[in-house]
């Protein structure tokens, strides 16, 4: 494939859902060169879900690729187990190498759905990381201080609240940086919580005769409860949700955040975006452009006519007040509490979700035709239960 040097074309992959880029004249330069660029993007397999707040820097590596750049992906097998504690304000427990080899199963096919495989260097980490003897960790740490890792904003805070940061975590961005030098990155993606990390390698590569690789940051984006979008809160998104759960959860999401999703989520054309954005401005009702954003949504990772499917039972449920016809059951013998159901059907993860969903008032039963709001945790059969503003539990004895 030839390389793209449409200077239009590469001025939208430097700004469209970019926070910053580190060199972006010489950046820019380079790629209206012509020269093929590698493209590094690394993803630890710290939850078996990949979301879409993980398609922001893979949208822009199919960008990249798009333009016939060597884009390579890295899932993080080996530092995966270590840690990254760029976005945390506490200690990430370090996770088994069998937590790691389940969740990294389905990593590549789920990436798939954005990315062309077939064109792509796909890597796991450990093939050399796994081999460094001390010397090597010595030299690479000898690169950096002391001070250039505690002045980040997130471990400086911990450590004046006295809160324990492990030497562990110390080595990350050393082996993030390493994975670098081992592919030969000319650019890396990654998000702003990433910053020192993504400079490690820009430090490290000059240290083993390789040119420093350029960075690219996207945002971080807000998640369904308007926290950043993270496995660990459950507020995601998911590649491999089902379409009629993608599509209702992107319409639960607030109106202010779909010209982001749309921007950051999405490849719809930045002429139609700003669009939708005037559309908004001039007051329209955001329904139907929340319609649109949802319906690319489910498109981009199942297909049209599961959009079009998906769209349709949300109507149905939503709009006519009806339930779907596939929902999960669970059947029983005799009355189950409500909260044991709910823990059984898997739809809510453990008693402290149960009583705060309880206390928001999102609990309800159908009935007549409509939903009644549960009070308690009361004894059930024979019903229809609503979670939220998209899920559904059937009870059947």
């Given at each position: 494939?030839?390389i793209?040097t449409d ?11 970019v ?9 820019r ?15 630890d ?42 976005d945390?304000?506490s200690e ?9 080899e389940?969740?990294?199963q ?12 077939d064109?792509a260097?796909?890597h796991?980490?450990?093939?050399w990381l796994?081999?460094?003897?001390y ?15 505690i ?8 450590l ?6 492990s030497?562990r975590e110390?080595l ?7 994975d670098?030098v ?9 998000g702003?919580d990433?910053r ?18 350029h960075?690219?940051?996207?945002p971080?984006i ?7 979008m993270?496995?660990s809160?459950?507020?995601t ?7 009629a759960?993608m599509?209702g ?16 989520f ?8 700003t669009g ?5 401005k ?6 139907e ?10 498109r ?12 349709q039972?949300?109507?149905?449920t939503?709009?006519?007040?009806g339930?779907?016809?596939d929902?999960p ?18 739809l809510?993860?453990?008693?402290t979700e ?5 206390q928001?008032?999102a609990l ?8 009644t709001t ?17 899920r ?5 004895n």
């Open positions: 494939m030839s793209v200077p239009k074309k590469i001025d939208e992959v430097l700004s469209r859902g926070t910053e880029v580190i060199q972006h004249d010489e950046l330069t380079k790629l209206l060169s012509g020269k093929q660029l590698r493209i590094k993007l690394g993803i397999p710290t939850s078996p879900n990949l979301h879409l707040g993980r398609s922001v820097p893979l949208l822009k590596m199919k960008d990249f690729q798009d333009l016939g750049h060597q884009v390579v992906l890295i899932v993080g097998d080996f530092t995966g187990v270590i840690g990254d504690t760029s945390k304000d990430r427990p370090m996770l088994s190498e069998e937590q790691i389940a969740n990294k389905s990593y590549f096919d789920q990436i798939g759905k954005l990315i062309d495989l064109r260097e796909l796991y980490n450990s093939t796994k081999p460094l003897n010397r090597d960790i010595g030299e690479q740490a000898n690169l950096f201080s002391l001070a250039d890792f002045a980040r904003d997130n471990i400086k805070r911990r004046e609240a006295g809160t324990r940061v030497l110390v990350y961005p050393l082996m993030q940086g390493y670098s081992a592919i030969k990155a000319d650019v890396e993606l990654g702003t990433q020192f990390n993504l400079l490690a390698g820009r430090h490290m590569q000059p240290h083993y005769e390789q040119e420093a690789q960075i690219i940051m996207g971080l807000e998640g369904l409860d308007g926290r950043k993270s496995s809160w459950g507020n998104i998911n590649f491999n949700d089902e379409p759960d599509y959860k992107v319409m639960s999401m607030s109106d202010e955040l779909m010209i982001t999703y749309f921007t950051s999405t490849r719809i054309p930045s002429e139609t975006i939708y954005e005037e559309r908004l001039q007051g329209e009702n955001p329904m452009i929340k319609h649109a954003l949802a319906s690319e949504i489910v981009m990772y199942h297909n049209e006519t599961k959009a079009v499917e998906a769209k039972s949300w109507q149905q939503f709009s006519d007040r339930i779907p016809d929902i059951e669970l059947a029983i013998t005799d009355k189950i509490l409500l909260s044991e159901a709910l823990l059984q059907s898997g809510v993860a453990s008693k149960f009583r705060r969903l309880l928001a008032g309800k039963q159908y009935a007549n035709n409509d939903f549960f009070t308690d945790d009361q004894e059930i059969s024979g019903v229809v239960i609503k979670i939220g503003k998209k559904f539990l059937r009870i059947t």
